[in-house]
């Protein structure tokens, strides 16, 4: 293969063909499509991207190989570790919902509290007249 194939997702799909020893109508059967599908999707005259899930299983790589390339690959693979990383340093989603739990509890207990010391020590107010504020 040339290095302009390896480049296109047609290159990539015919090497991880090959790699998995599957021929294109191997490949076309397992796809349930017609072996001429598959020689289209190698020689870049048809895309794809319904399939390209189901390729990628049927020859043990990657879809972000097929789509991609290795360069991109590796990329997307150190976004995703950055990711991650930054993720591993937040609290757990129930962490902070426990938190909030925590927070409001302790804002309602203080509203009663707040509220049973101002009524203790005033008389009830009189109804206003409707109308006025």
């Known amino acids: 293969m040339d290095a302009e194939e390896i480049t296109s997702i047609g290159g990539r799909i015919a090497e991880a063909r090959q790699k998995a020893h599957l021929s294109q ?31 990628a299983a049927a020859t043990h790589v990657s879809v972000r190989w097929l789509l991609f390339g290795k360069e991109y690959e590796d990329r997307l693979d150190k976004i995703e570790e950055a ?28 509203t009663a509290q707040d509220s049973d010391a101002s009524s203790g020590n005033r008389r009830p107010r009189a109804a206003k007249p409707q109308g006025r504020r």
């Open 83 to 110: 990711i991650r990383e930054l993720a591993s340093r937040l609290p757990a989603p129930a962490e902070v919902i426990e938190q909030a739990l925590d927070a409001a509890v302790a804002r309602d207990e203080k």
């Open 25 to 55: 109508a191997d490949l076309a059967d397992a796809l349930k499509v017609h072996v001429d599908t598959i020689a289209n999707y190698e020689k870049g005259r048809r895309k794809p991207f319904e399939a390209i899930s189901d390729i």
